[in-house]
């Protein structure tokens, strides 16, 4: 049994040290623009700052990474994340979204953070949850952002 495991733990060693050489495309753009998005639905500055802290990573064109997502298999969990979190939402993208895609993003965005869905518990681990008070700010500049987009009935 011993000489299987060390077979075995060899075997890991060197799939780990591979894997390394394995990078995923990094979501990095030189700047992060999400200026309509943010001038569109009215961001004030206790907003932005929970958006920067909180969505903007794996929800806008640029990503600040911590140091670990530099070691496989971490970066290719991320990178998973980062994918999928803008294919759900795109601060960048904002501009491409029609009226009624933007009201139904907004719409999931209070969804999501009321449910707690949003941020991830994987993401909160090492960047923190976001308290109460910033939820309840999210949720109301979200709703408010809803009804000023919202086209005005004609009669």
Known sequence: MGKKFRVLHIALLIILAAMQ???PQRNDSREREVTAF??????SGEVRTILENKCYDCHSNRTVYPWYANVSPVSIWIDGH??????HFD???WVSYDAEKKDHKLEELVEEVEEGKMPLPSYTWTHG?????ERDMLIRWARAARISLA???TN
């Open 38 to 43: 943010e001038k569109e639905t009215g961001v």
């Open 129 to 133: 949850n976001i308290s109460r008070e």
């Open 151 to 153: 086209p005005v009935a």
């Open 21 to 23: 050489f394995y990078r």
């Open 82 to 87: 980062i994918v999928e979190g803008r294919e």
């Open 91 to 93: 601060a960048s993208g």
